[in-house]
T-cell receptor, first 115, second 112 residues
Framework: NAGVTQTPKFRVLKTGQSMTLLCAQDMNHEYMYWYRQDPGMGLRLIHYSVGEGTTAKGEVPDGYNVSRLKKQNFLLGLESAAPSQTSVYFC??????????????FGPGTRLTVL | EDQVTQSPEALRLQEGESSSLNCSYTVSGLRGLFWYRQDPGKGPEFLFTLYSAGEEKEKERLKATLTKKESFLHITAPKPEDSATYLCAVQDVRGSNYKLTFGKGTLLTVNP
């Protein structure tokens, strides 16, 4: 049981380049999320999905797009990277229990640098 | 708006020196409070979910407690391997049930 995996682990882009980050989970979770983590800012939600074929905006969605074509995968795309998108990106998944409490499980992260 | 404040920002302990981390929160109603551990260069690792005031959960040297306004993560006789950033998050009963609000974390360093 791998849990939540992310690829790649590291990436360096030049301003204006595009890329896709891949998240996969093998826990059959309905919900998936993309966060960014910056020093002094904590974890901020970019986009999320409550099921296959659905996506929605979080707190900081500008400059990012997402897709959830399969239940186990959640893709995060940067169409035209900017230095402000230099960050560590985390994917998470969850299956709210009978209480409704949304315990999220995180992947190992992708460290992205935009020059 | 939901708010989570963790204190202190950083804590340095000697091995065996017990202490507590604090998580103060403001929500309309609490559906769940979550504790995570994050090691440098890694993703947050789930530790506990607490649901209601008075609840306690334990795991090895860690014990999490919950009141109506705050949660404490008590660390008993810590070891150097307990060094990490500890994150607290809350889920409000109002609104969508996807959203967690995270604190900025407490960086714990345990010296041998």
């Amino acid at each position: 049981n791998a849990g939540v995996t992310q690829t790649p682990k590291f990436r360096v882009l030049k301003t204006g380049q595009s890329m896709t980050l891949l998240c996969a989970q093998d826990m059959n979770h309905e919900y998936m999320y993309w966060y960014r983590q910056d020093p002094g800012m904590g974890l901020r939600l970019i986009h999320y999905s409550v099921g296959e074929g659905t996506t929605a905006k979080g707190e900081v969605p500008d400059g990012y797009n997402v897709s959830r074509l399969k239940k186990q995968n959640f893709l995060l795309g940067l169409e035209s990277a900017a230095p402000s998108q230099t960050s560590v990106y985390f994917c998470a998944s969850s299956y709210p229990g009978t209480s409704g409490a949304n315990t999220q499980y995180f992947g190992p992260g992708t460290r992205l640098t935009v020059l | 708006e939901d708010q989570v404040t963790q204190s202190p920002e950083a804590l340095r302990l000697q091995e065996g020196e017990s202490s507590s981390l604090n998580c103060s929160y403001t929500v309309s109603g609490l559906r769940g409070l979550f504790w995570y551990r994050q090691d440098p260069g890694k993703g947050p690792e789930f530790l506990f979910t607490l649901y209601s005031a008075g609840e306690e959960k334990e795991k090895e040297r860690l014990k999490a407690t919950l009141t109506k306004k705050e949660s404490f993560l008590h660390i008993t006789a810590p070891k150097p391997e307990d060094s990490a950033t500890y994150l607290c998050a809350v889920q409000d009963v109002r609104g969508s049930n996807y959203k967690l609000t995270f604190g900025k974390g407490t960086l714990l360093t345990v010296n041998p």
